[in-house]
C-alpha cells in the first residue's frame, strides 16, 4: 500500500543522546501520518533567516505510535550545528515518507550490513520486525570505529531478546581491553561465519558511498546475485 505524502509543522519532543556524537530527535505522530520501515523524510529547519532542508531516515518504526524520529551523526558542519542547538518546542517541518529501502517481511532471511550513522533504517526495519512478531530470519552485521561509537547498541541487545529471529554481530576497528567482539571492517570472513546460508539471503546495505562500494564487492565476491542487494547511500559521510 502507498503511504500518502505530508508535509506538516511540529515542534520538537524530545531529544534523545544516543553516543557522545549522535543525537535522535523525535516529533508527535500525526494520526494520519503512516510510513514504511526503512523511509526518510525531508526536514527542514530554520538556520537565522534561511530554512534548510536535508534527508534522514526515519528511525523510529510504524508500529511506534506515538512519536516519529531521526537520528543524526553531528558532523560541525552549519546544518549539523542548528539541529544540535535544537531544543525541545522548537519549530522544524516535516515532508514525507519517502524512499523503497524497506522491509514489511517480503523476504524469510535478509542480511544487513550497516556502518556507522548508516544504522538508522535497521533500527527501524528491526524495530518493526520484532514488534510485528515477524518470523523473518535477520542477520545484521554493524561496524564501527570504537565500541563508544556504537548506536543503539542496548536497542538491539533488548529485541534480540525479545525476537529469537534476530542476531545483531558488532565489529570495531579500534578495540579497548574489554571487547571481546570482531575487530576490524566486515570482510568476507565475517560474513562467511555469521550469514553461512548468505546466497539465500536478500542483503541489505546502508552507509557512506565508500563503505556500500566495499561491501558491494564482497558480496559480489560471494557470488550473491546484484538482485539480492539493495542500497541505501547517506552522501556527506
Ligand atoms: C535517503 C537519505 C537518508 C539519510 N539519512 C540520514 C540519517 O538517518 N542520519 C544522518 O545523520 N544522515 C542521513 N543522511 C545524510 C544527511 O542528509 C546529510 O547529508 C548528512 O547528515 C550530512 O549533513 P551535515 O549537515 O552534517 O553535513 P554537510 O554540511 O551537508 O556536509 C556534507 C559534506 O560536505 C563537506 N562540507 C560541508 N561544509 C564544508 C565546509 N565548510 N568546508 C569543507 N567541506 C565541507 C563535508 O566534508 C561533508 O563531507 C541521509 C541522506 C539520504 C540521501
Redesign the pocket.
Known amino acids: 500500500m502507498v503511504r500518502p505524502i505530508l508535509k506538516f509543522e511540529t515542534n520538537v519532543k524530545e531529544i534523545i543522546l544516543r553516543t557522545h556524537d549522535v543525537k535522535s530527535f523525535r516529533f508527535p505522530r500525526p494520526e494520519s501520518f503512516n510510513y514504511k520501515p526503512g523511509q ?1 523524510m525531508f526536514l527542514t529547519i530554520k538556520i537565522g533567516e534561511e530554512e534548510e532542508r ?4 526515519i ?1 523510529s518504526s510504524p508500529t511506534e505510535k506515538d512519536f516519529i524520529e ?6 560541525g ?4 550545528d542548528a539541529l544540535d542547538a535544537l531544543k525541545v518546542g522548537d519549530w522544524v517541518e516535516i515532508e514525507a515518507p519517502y ?1 523503497n529501502f524497506t522491509f514489511e517481511g517480503e523476504f524469510t532471511k535478509i542480511g544487513m550490513i550497516s556502518g556507522g ?1 548508516g544504522i ?1 533504517p535497521f533500527r527501524s526495519i528491526c524495530k518493526y520486525c520484532t514488534d510485528k512478531l515477524l518470523e523473518t530470519k535477520i542477520t545484521l552485521l554493524y561496524g564501527n570505529h570504537t565500541e563508544k561509537d556504537i548506536i543503539f547498541r542496548k536497542e538491539f541487545e533488548e529485541m534480540q531478546e525479545q525476537n529469537k529471529n534476530l542476531k545483531v554481530v558488532f565489529t570495531v576497528s579500534e578495540v579497548c581491553e574489554s571487547w571481546t567482539g570482531y575487530t576490524g571492517r566486515i570482510d568476507i570472513g565475517m560474513i562467511k561465519n555469521e550469514v553461512p546460508d548468505y546466497r539465500e539471503r536478500v542483503f541489505y546495505i546502508c552507509g557512506p558511498l565508500i563503505m556500500i562500494k566495499a561491501i558491494e564487492n564482497l558480496l559480489e565476491g560471494l557470488d550473491v546475485p546484484r538482485g539480492n542487494i539493495r542500497k ?6
Open positions: 526518510f536535508k534527508h534522514f531516515t528511525s531521526f537520528t543524526k551523526k553531528l558532523t558542519h552549519s546544518f549539523s524512499g550513522i538508522t541505501e547511500i547517506f552522501p556527506g559521510y
